[in-house]
C-alpha cells in the first residue's frame, strides 16, 4: 500500500508542477476579467475537491495499516461500532450536503459575475462559424462602416466587447480560452458572449465543438490593442484593396479575376465578390492562413494555394491547377493586399 | 453454390460501399484530365457528343461525397440563378429527362466547361475540373439518375422539391425526345 | 401453470409456513423433486434442463449461463477492438503534426471508439453480467423470458457486426458517438456512414430493452422463498434499477436516431432550422438518454464493488437500506441532469443554474455509497486478493472523477473545460475507474464460478499494477493538457502549442494500459485451461451464487434454497434449507409474491428454440435494409411474423390450451 500513497504523493506534485505553466491558449493564464473569474473558479474547486480526493484515500488506507482483526463470524457485529459508524456517515453526508450547496451558490454568483462583463459594450462583432473558418464582421450603423473579414478579431484592449455568435452550417464553439470560457455558434440560433481583454496581447483560440474533417484546423486569433491602434486597424481595414503595385501582381491580379479564386473569394474594390470563403482583401494584413493552420509567408501561401487538400484535407479550397509563373503571380499579388 | 452466394454477396457490397463511401479529396489524379485543351470549342444543338472518358467519369455519380459536394457547389456558385433548384427559370429545367446536349455525365461536363448557345456561359478555368464534374453528377442526380443510395438527401433549408434520393426513377420522368 | 395449482397457491395463505419447510404443492401431474434421492433428482433435473448437443442445440440454447458467456466474450472481443482504435487514436497524437492517420480515418476511429465502447462493450458486459448472475443470486433456475434473452443476444450480435463490417467497408460513422446535427444530418453527412450510427443503436437498444425486461421480471418474480426485498443482495439490486433506467432512457435515444433517419432518408425537417425544426432538440433527446447512460454502465459496477468488499471485509456491507436507498435516487436523479452536457448552447443563465444544482445533488446518493464502502473496510481485516485491489483502483479513481464530475457540474467552469481532454480525463475517470475496474475486480471475483478454476493471483497483480499505473499516466495528464486548452476530437494540433511532450507521455501511459489488458487476455486464457480448481465457494462468499456447484449445472440448483438472510449462506453455516414440489420432467419455476418472495405458484420456463435466431435475423436484415429504403420496415414486417409466429406457436401444454 506504501505504493499507493507513493503515487498520490507524485500526482499531487506532478499537478502543482505542471499547473504553473502557461501559453497562449490556455485557461490557467487568464488576460481578462471573465477569465480571471473563471480561473479563480478552476483553481478553488481543484484545492477542495483535493482535499476532499485526500481525506476519502485516507480513510480507506489508513485501515489497512492496522493489525487485522482475527476472523470471526462475518454476521457478529459490533452494534456500538456500527451505531458510532453511523453517525460518522450521517456526519460525512451532511458534509457533502454542505459543499456542494457551497459550490452551487458559487458558481451561481460567478455565472451573474460574467454576465455584467458585457452590460456596456460599445463595439458588437457578428462571428458566423464555416466548415472550417470564421467570419468576422464588425456591425455598424453606418453601412459603410461595416467591415468583414476573417479568423482574426481585432479588439480594443480594455474595453468589453460584444460577440454576436451563429453558424451557417454546422455546430461550432468559439472558445479563446484566455479571455472567457465557449460558447456554441448553432445554425438557427444567436448566441451572445461578451469579452474583455485587460492588456494588449494575441490571444489563441480554437474550435471546441467538433465540426467535421477539419475540427482540428479551424483556430482564431484575437488580438487585443490600444484604442488608438485598434481605430487606425479599422481605418485601414476599410479601404479597398491595394492596387498591384509590380507587373507580376498586375499578372496575378488578372489571374485572379479570371481563374476560380475569384468564384468563392472576395477582395473589396475589385469584381470578386464571393462570400462563401473568407474575405481577401486585406489578407497580407492577417497573421496566418487556413483560419490558423499555417503562418502567413510567401512560401506559405504558396503552398496553401498549390496544394491546399494536402495541408487541411477535407478543406473546401480545392486544388486549382496553376501553373508555377500563374502561382508565383498570385501570390505576388496576394502578398501586396496588405 | 452455397458458399459462392454470401461470397459474391459480399464481395459486391464491399465495392459498392467503397465506391459509394470513399472521400477523395483530389480526384483529379483519378481522373488524368488535370490539364484542360485549348479553350476553342465547336459546340452546336445535336452536334457532336464528346467522347465518353475512360469511364472514370462514372465513379463520380456513385460516390455519395461527389454528389453531395456537387450539392453544395451548385448553391455555392450560384446556379439556381437560372435553373433555380433545377426546376428551370431562364435556363432549363434539370429535374426532366429532357437533354438539349445529351444526357451523359461527358456531355453534362462539356456544357459546364465550354458553355453553350442561348445562355449558358463557359466555366472552363473558373471551376476546377474535378469540381466540374462533381457538378455533372450531381446534375444528373436531379433527374433521378444516381443511384438512390448515393444520391444527396434534403438541405437544411427551404425545401423547394424532394430531396434527390426521394426523387422518382429516371425511367419515371419519361423520357428525351 | 394449471389452474387448479393456481388457485391452490392463492389460497396456501395458512399453509406458508409448512410451504416454506418443504412441499409446494403434493405431486399430481408428474414426477417432483420431493421424494427424489440426490443422485436421481440430479439425473432428471440434467435431462430436462440440458442444452441439446449439436450445432442446432447450441444455437437453440436459451440458458441464461450460455447467453451470458457469448454476450461476455462478444463483449470482450468489442472491447479490444475499441481499445484498438484507442491506441492507433494515441499514436496518431503521440507528436504533434503527425500524418499517420488523415482526418477521415482519425474521425471513424474516435467515433467506433466511442460507439464500441458504449454500446458494443459497457452496457452489454453489465447486462451480461447480470444475465449470468441475477437468477443465480436469486436462486432461481433460469433468467425471465429465456427465449427473449437468446434473442437480444443475436440481435446485439448483429449490430456490433454491422458497425465494425462498415467501419472495414469505410462506411463507418465519422460524426461522434453523439452524432450532432447538423453535422450527422442529410446535408452535411453524405453516403450511409451517418445511417449506420443510427441504426447500429437500433440493434444495441432492442437488445438491452429486452434483457432490462427480463431482469426485472426475474428478480421480481423468480427470487427463492423468503427472499424478501430486504434480503436481495446489493448487486441484484443494482441490476433492478440499472434495469428500470435503460426501460426509460433507451428509447429516448430511439428516438433520436429514427428521427434523424427519417431526416436523411424520408425529407423529414425535424432537425432544420429553415423549416421550423431545431438542432438543439437532437441534444436534448441524446442527452436524456446519454446521461443516464453514464449510471447504466455504473450502477452494476457498485453492486459488483458491494459484493467484492462483503466478500473480502468479511462482513455485510454497512447501511444496507442506505445503499439501496442511494441506488434508488441514483437511478431517480439520473434523469434530471442531462442538461449540464449542454452549458455551452446558451441556455437562459437561471435554467443552467438549476441544473448546476440537480447535478451537484446526484454527487449525495453516490457520496453516500462510498462513505458506506469505507465504512465497511473500516474493521481492519480485509483480505487483500486481486479482486480486491481493483477495488481499491476503483476507489482511487472514481472518487477523483466524480469530484471532477462536480467542477463539471458548474456552469461557468464548465464553459472553460466542456469539449477539451479535461473531459476526456473525467469521464474515462467515472468510466474506467468507475466501471471497468470493478469489472476487472468481478472478472476474478466470479471467473471461478463460471469455469471452476481460479484465475492466477500472480499475474493478476500484474495485471492491476500495469493497468492502474498505465491508467492513471494515460488520463491524468489530460486533465492538465485540457485547462491548456486542447479540445477534444481533433486529429492533430499545432507544434507551437507546446502540447507534444504531455501527449507522448500520455501516449505511453496508453501503451502500457493496453499491455495490461494483453497479460489480463492471457491470464484468462491459461487460468481457463491450467487455473487451480475452485470449488463451490473460493472466496467463502455468503450469497446463493456461491451454494451452487463451479461451474453449476444447467439447473443451477438441484433444490431450490429458501432465504433466512441477506447473506445466507453466512447465517446457515450447514446446509441451506430448501423447498421442494417443482416437477423435475419439465422446466418448472417458483414464481414469488414482489415483496415478500413467498412462493406463489410454479410456472413453466420456455425451453430452448432456433425461432429466436431466426427472429433476430429477420429483425437484423430489416434494420440493414432500412438504412436504405424506408420500404423496409413494410417488407421486413413479413419475415418477422412469420419468425414470430413461430416462436409462440402453441406446444400443446396443458397450460397453452386454456
Not at chain 2, 56 to 74: I, M
Amino acid at each position: 500500500m506504501n505504493r499507493l500513497v507513493c503515487s498520490v504523493c507524485c500526482g499531487a506534485a506532478c499537478m502543482l508542477l505542471l499547473a504553473g505553466c502557461s501559453g497562449w491558449q490556455s485557461a490557467l493564464d487568464p488576460k481578462g476579467p471573465a477569465a480571471g473569474e473563471l480561473a479563480w473558479l478552476i483553481w478553488f474547486f481543484t484545492a477542495l475537491c483535493t482535499v476532499v480526493w485526500l481525506l476519502v484515500m485516507a480513510v480507506l488506507i489508513l485501515p489497512l495499516a492496522r493489525r487485522p482483526a482475527p476472523v470471526g463470524d462475518p454476521l457478529v457485529l459490533d452494534a456500538a461500532a456500527e451505531r458510532g459508524k453511523m453517525r460518522i456517515v450521517v456526519a460525512a453526508l451532511a458534509a457533502t450536503a454542505l459543499i456542494l450547496v457551497g459550490l452551487t451558490l458559487l458558481s451561481y454568483f460567478a455565472n451573474r459575475t460574467l454576465a455584467a462583463i458585457g452590460s456596456d459594450a460599445a463595439l458588437t462583432i457578428r462571428v458566423t462559424g464555416h466548415q472550417w473558418w470564421w467570419e468576422v464582421r464588425y456591425e455598424n450603423d453606418q453601412p459603410n462602416r461595416i467591415l468583414t473579414t476573417a479568423n482574426e478579431i481585432h479588439i480594443p484592449a480594455g474595453e468589453p466587447v460584444r460577440l454576436v455568435v451563429t453558424s451557417t452550417d454546422v455546430i461550432h464553439s468559439f472558445w479563446v480560452p484566455n479571455l472567457s470560457g465557449k460558447l456554441d455558434l448553432i445554425p438557427g440560433h444567436e448566441n451572445v458572449l461578451d469579452l474583455k481583454a485587460d492588456k494588449p496581447g494575441v490571444y489563441r483560440g480554437q474550435c471546441a465543438e467538433f465540426c467535421g474533417a477539419q475540427h482540428a484546423n479551424m483556430s482564431t486569433f484575437i488580438i487585443a490593442e490600444p484604442r488608438p491602434v485598434f481605430d487606425a486597424w479599422l481605418k485601414d481595414q476599410l479601404r479597398p484593396a491595394a492596387a498591384p503595385v509590380s507587373t507580376e501582381a498586375q499578372t496575378g491580379h488578372d489571374l485572379f479575376l479570371k481563374r476560380p479564386c475569384v468564384m468563392c473569394h472576395k477582395i473589396g474594390g475589385t469584381i470578386a465578390g464571393g462570400t462563401v470563403a473568407p474575405d481577401l482583401t486585406h489578407i497580407a494584413s492577417r497573421r496566418t492562413l487556413a483560419a490558423g493552420t499555417l503562418a502567413m509567408s510567401r512560401g506559405n501561401l504558396a503552398a496553401w494555394i498549390a496544394d491546399p487538400q494536402g495541408i487541411k484535407p477535407g478543406a473546401h479550397m480545392p486544388v486549382v491547377g496553376l501553373n508555377g509563373d500563374e502561382l508565383n503571380a498570385i501570390v505576388a499579388y496576394l502578398e501586396g493586399l496588405k | 453454390m452455397n458458399r459462392g452466394l454470401p461470397c459474391v454477396l459480399s464481395a459486391m457490397l464491399v465495392l459498392a460501399a467503397c465506391q459509394r463511401e470513399e472521400r477523395d479529396t483530389r480526384p483529379q489524379s483519378a481522373l488524368g484530365s488535370g490539364d484542360q485543351p485549348a479553350a476553342v470549342t465547336a459546340l452546336e444543338p445535336g452536334g457532336q457528343r464528346p467522347a465518353s472518358s475512360n469511364n472514370k467519369a462514372g465513379v463520380f455519380e456513385a460516390n455519395a461525397f461527389h454528389l453531395s459536394e456537387g450539392k453544395r457547389l451548385f448553391n455555392w456558385f450560384n446556379c439556381s440563378g437560372c435553373h433555380a433548384n433545377g426546376g428551370g427559370g431562364m435556363g432549363p429545367a434539370l429535374m426532366d429527362q429532357k437533354w438539349l446536349y445529351g444526357s451523359s455525365i461527358e456531355s453534362i461536363h462539356a456544357t459546364i466547361r465550354d458553355g453553350r448557345p442561348n445562355g449558358m456561359p463557359s466555366f472552363r478555368d473558373k471551376i476546377p475540373d474535378d469540381q466540374i464534374w462533381e457538378l455533372a453528377a450531381f446534375v444528373r442526380a436531379l433527374s433521378g439518375n444516381a443511384p438512390k443510395s448515393a444520391a444527396p438527401s434534403r438541405d437544411d433549408d427551404m425545401m423547394p422539391h424532394p430531396s434527390e434520393n426521394r426523387l422518382p426513377d429516371a425511367a419515371t420522368l419519361g423520357k428525351s425526345p | 401453470m394449471s389452474s387448479a395449482d393456481l388457485a391452490h397457491g392463492r389460497d396456501l395463505a395458512p399453509q406458508r409456513a409448512a410451504a416454506q419447510k418443504g412441499d409446494l404443492a403434493p405431486e399430481r401431474d408428474g414426477p417432483r423433486d420431493t421424494g427424489l434421492d440426490d443422485a436421481s433428482l440430479e439425473r432428471w433435473l440434467a435431462r430436462t434442463w440440458q442444452t441439446v448437443p449439436g450445432i442446432i442445440g447450441a444455437l437453440s440454447s436459451v440458458d441464461h449461463k450460455i447467453v451470458a458467456r457469448r454476450y461476455l466474450i462478444t463483449a470482450f472481443v468489442f472491447l479490444c477492438l475499441g481499445g484498438l482504435s484507442a491506441v492507433a487514436m494515441r499514436i496518431q497524437l503521440s507528436g504533434p503534426e503527425r500524418g499517420l492517420i488523415g482526418p477521415d480515418r482519425y474521425n471513424q476511429l474516435f467515433t467506433m471508439h466511442g460507439v464500441t465502447m458504449m454500446f458494443l462493450f459497457a452496457v452489454p458486459i453489465v447486462q451480461a453480467t447480470g444475465i449470468y448472475l441475477v437468477p443465480l443470486m436469486v436462486g432461481t433456475r433460469n433468467i425471465a423470458f429465456p427465449r427473449l434473452n437468446a434473442f437480444s443476444f443475436w440481435i446485439y450480435l448483429s449490430g456490433g457486426l454491422f458497425a465494425w463490417v462498415s467501419f472495414a467497408l469505410d462506411m463507418a460513422p465519422d460524426v461522434g458517438w453523439f452524432s450532432y446535427v447538423p453535422l450527422s444530418g442529410p446535408e452535411f453527412g453524405p453516403g450511409k456512414r451517418s445511417d449506420v450510427w443510427a441504426q447500429m443503436i437500433t440493434y444495441t437498444e432492442v437488445s438491452s430493452l429486452a434483457v432490462a425486461v427480463a431482469t426485472i421480471v426475474t428478480v421480481l418474480k423468480q427470487r427463492a422463498p423468503g427472499m424478501s426485498l430486504d434480503k436481495i443482495p446489493l448487486y441484484v439490486w443494482a441490476m433492478l434499477v440499472t434495469s428500470f433506467v435503460i426501460v426509460f432512457a433507451m428509447p429516448a435515444v430511439m428516438i433520436t436516431s429514427t428521427f434523424l433517419i427519417l431526416d436523411r432518408l424520408v425529407g423529414t425537417h425535424i432537425f432544420n432550422p429553415a423549416e421550423g425544426g431545431d438542432v438543439l432538440l437532437f441534444q436534448h433527446l441524446f442527452w436524456f438518454f446519454g446521461h443516464p447512460e453514464v449510471y447504466i454502465i455504473f450502477l452494476p459496477a457498485t453492486g459488483m464493488v458491494s459484493s467484492i468488499i462483503a466478500a473480502f471485509a468479511r462482513r455485510p456491507v454497512f447501511g444496507y437500506l442506505g445503499m439501496v436507498l442511494s441506488l434508488i435516487s441514483v437511478g431517480f436523479l439520473s434523469f434530471g441532469l442531462w442538461v449540464h452536457h449542454m452549458f455551452a448552447t446558451g441556455l437562459p443563465k437561471l435554467g443552467a443554474s438549476f441544473f448546476t444544482a440537480s447535478s451537484m445533488l446526484i454527487a449525495i446518493p453516490n457520496g453516500l455509497q462510498i462513505f458506506c464502502w469505507l465504512a465497511t473496510l473500516w474493521d481492519g481485516r480485509p483480505i487483500i486478493r486481486t479482486p480486491l485491489l481493483f477495488v481499491f483502483g476503483f476507489f482511487f479513481t472514481f472518487v477523483a472523477g466524480g469530484l471532477t464530475g462536480v467542477m463539471l457540474a458548474s456552469v461557468p467552469l464548465d464553459l472553460q473545460v466542456h469539449d477539451t481532454y479535461f473531459v476526456t480525463a473525467h469521464f474515462h475517470y467515472v468510466l474506467i475507474g468507475g466501471s471497468v475496474f470493478p469489472l476487472l475486480g468481478a472478472t476474478y471475483f466470479w471467473f471461478p464460478k463460471i469455469t471452476g478454476r481460479m484465475m492466477s493471483e500472480r499475474l493478476g497483480r500484474w495485471h492491476f499494477w500495469l493497468a492502474f499505473i498505465g491508467f492513471n499516466a494515460a488520463f491524468f495528464p489530460m486533465h492538465i493538457v485540457g485547462l491548456w486548452g486542447m479540445p477534444r476530437r481533433v486529429y492533430t494540433y499545432p507544434v507551437e502549442l507546446g502540447w507534444g511532450n504531455i501527449n507522448l507521455f500520455i501516449t505511453a501511459g496508453a501503451v502500457v494500459l493496453f499491455l495490461s489488458f494483453v497479460l489480463f487476455t492471457i491470464n484468462l486464457v491459461y487460468s481457463a485451461s491450467r487455473g487451480a480448481p475452485a470449488g463451490d465457494n473460493p472466496w467463502n462468499a455468503g450469497t446463493l451464487e456461491w451454494a451452487t456447484s463451479s461451474p453449476p449445472p444447467s439447473y443451477n440448483f438441484a433444490r431450490i434454497p429458501v432465504v433466512t438472510h441477506s447473506e445466507p449462506l453466512w447465517a446457515e453455516r450447514d446446509t441451506l434449507p430448501v423447498a421442494t414440489g417443482l416437477r423435475v420432467d419439465v422446466r418448472e419455476l417458483v414464481i414469488s409474491t414482489v415483496a415478500e418472495a413467498y412462493p406463489d405458484v410454479r410456472e413453466k420456463s420456455a425451453t430452448p428454440s432456433i425461432w429466436p435466431l431466426f427472429a433476430a435475423l429477420a429483425v437484423g436484415a430489416t434494420f440493414l435494409y432500412s438504412i436504405f429504403s424506408p420500404w423496409a420496415v413494410v417488407w421486413g414486417a413479413g419475415p418477422i411474423a412469420i419468425t414470430l409466429i413461430g416462436w409462440f406457436w402453441p406446444k400443446g401444454d396443458p397450460e397453452d390450451e386454456e
